[in-house]
């Protein structure tokens, strides 16, 4: 079966930082593309970062303008876990975060924010940042 599990939400004060996990041990995770959304409380669900599959050779990664320079992709094949750096968290940054899996051997494209892009998703993990 293909299962993400997500992890490592919590509650934060402004400023601080987080680091989610990922786990996929199901699947190769290296092979898929995969991205972080996040859905605040009564919006929709929003695109966070995106990581092309190791296959794809083509390294390309997204982030978000909300969180540039803020929050970072990255991915441990060997536990096939992938993980997203929440760092000077801000209250608007409060949401379920989710992880999510596309294609196989495929890379982040321009439209890679679009949820039907993805075929499985975790369950979500809560990130509150409050002081």
């Known amino acids: 079966q293909v299962q993400l599990v997500e992890s490592g939400g919590g509650l934060v004060q402004p400023g601080g930082s987080l680091r989610l996990s990922c786990a996929a041990p199901?699947?190769?995770?290296?092979?898929?593309?995969i991205a972080w959304f996040r859905q605040p409380p009564g919006k929709e669900r929003e695109g966070v970062s995106c990581?092309?599959?190791?296959?794809?050779?083509?390294?390309?990664?997204y982030v978000a303008d909300s969180v540039k320079g803020r929050f970072a992709m990255s991915r441990n094949n060997v536990k096939k876990t992938g993980y997203l750096q929440l760092n000077s968290l801000k209250p608007e940054d409060t949401a379920v975060y989710y992880c999510?899996?596309?294609?196989?051997?495929?890379?982040?494209?321009?439209?890679?924010?679009?949820?039907?892009?993805?075929?499985?998703w975790g369950q979500g993990t809560q990130v509150t940042v409050s002081s």
């Open positions: 999510a899996r596309g294609g196989l051997g495929s890379r982040c494209t321009g439209s890679w924010g679009i949820t039907q892009g993805y075929d499985y």
């Open positions: 199901g699947f190769p995770l290296d092979y898929f593309t």
């Open positions: 990581i092309s599959s190791t296959t794809s050779r083509d390294g390309r990664t």
